[in-house]
């Protein structure tokens, strides 16, 4: 099977073209399923990338990773060549870019690479990295299998190089896009905290379709900050914040006075965190889509020659 010809089981999409398909909510919800999976089976690599800015910072530094593998011509992993790529974004500053590259290499997910240019020091991604940006990218084929039964995530499994070309499309299509890295307000008070992304997900992935003109709260059961704090890892103080926040915004609350119980969300932030996630797997399945199309000869002949 060529690459190209099965482009045609892996759409692309647009964020808008995703919400109205039936099984998007599906879709939406299977991927949440496997990253909460993820955050429980791996806190530890999961805490790197908790909160949006460092989830950029982490994508944008594999792609460089792989793009530098594909092309010696292309920029290496450095703090220069990461804040370059940064440039115009306001997504982090260079102390920022720099102390997170740090990070990195003290948990092992870079090393140092051999250069003879003594003006930057030059990282590569080691193979732990690979494999979790894998898993991550596999998710997001996977739910979009799900909306549309395509064969993306068998591709993936049969051609394994072409993560290579897609992951950095999907990088840097998210980074030039101000809709996921400067999201609205309500979906912004989550992500941008520490493990607020999975507490999102945890909130709306069981809530089902909604009416258009629906504005009554939706119950999602009993929910406790400090149960949810102790689940995925963060402090009791954090989630309480956190969840304070939110409540003090009028998109998350209890039926009782305290923060236990049967608990309510918002249908303004089911539906803003629905579209927020429709853009990045838009991105993702454009980027695989382009993939398959570009992926080099040896690529496009089948798995097994």
Request: a positive charge.
């Amino acid at each position: 099977m060529q690459l190209a010809a099965s482009s045609a089981s892996a759409n692309a999409y647009t964020a808008e073209s995703l919400v109205r398909m039936d099984r998007f909510r599906d879709g939406l919800a299977s991927a949440a399923r496997e990253l909460l999976e993820t955050h429980l089976a791996l806190p530890q690599e999961v805490h790197y990338v908790a909160d949006l800015q460092r989830w950029l910072l982490s994508q944008m530094t594999v792609a460089m990773h792989f793009e530098s593998s594909l092309d010696p011509a292309a920029p290496p992993i450095s703090a220069k060549n990461l804040v370059d790529a940064l440039a115009g974004t306001g997504i982090a500053s260079r102390n920022t870019v720099y102390g997170f590259l740090q990070e990195l290499k003290r948990y092992g997910f870079i090393v140092p690479r051999p250069s003879d240019d003594r003006r930057q020091r030059f990282f590569q991604a080691t193979e732990m990295s690979e494999r979790l940006i894998r898993r991550y990218f596999d998710i997001h084929l996977r739910a979009l299998d799900v909306v549309d039964n395509g064969q993306r995530y068998v591709l993936s499994c049969r051609h394994p190089g072409i993560l290579l070309q897609a992951q950095p499309r999907f990088a840097r299509l998210l980074l030039a896009l101000d809709a996921w890295h400067r999201p609205p307000q309500n979906i912004a008070k989550f992500v941008r905290s520490d493990s607020g992304s999975s507490i999102l997900h945890c909130l709306i992935k069981g809530v089902p379709s909604l009416s258009s003109d629906m504005t009554s709260p939706i119950g999602v059961g009993k929910v406790s900050p400090n149960a949810l704090s102790q689940r995925y890892r963060i402090s009791r103080t954090h989630a309480a914040r956190l969840f304070g926040l939110a409540r003090d915004a009028g998109l998350v609350g209890w039926t009782n006075s305290s923060n236990r119980g049967n608990c309510w969300i918002s249908p303004d932030l089911v539906r803003a965190y629905r579209h927020w996630q429709a853009i990045k797997l838009a991105a993702a399945s454009q980027a695989f889509h382009e993939a398959c199309l570009d992926a080099p000869l040896e690529l496009h002949e089948p798995a097994g020659r």
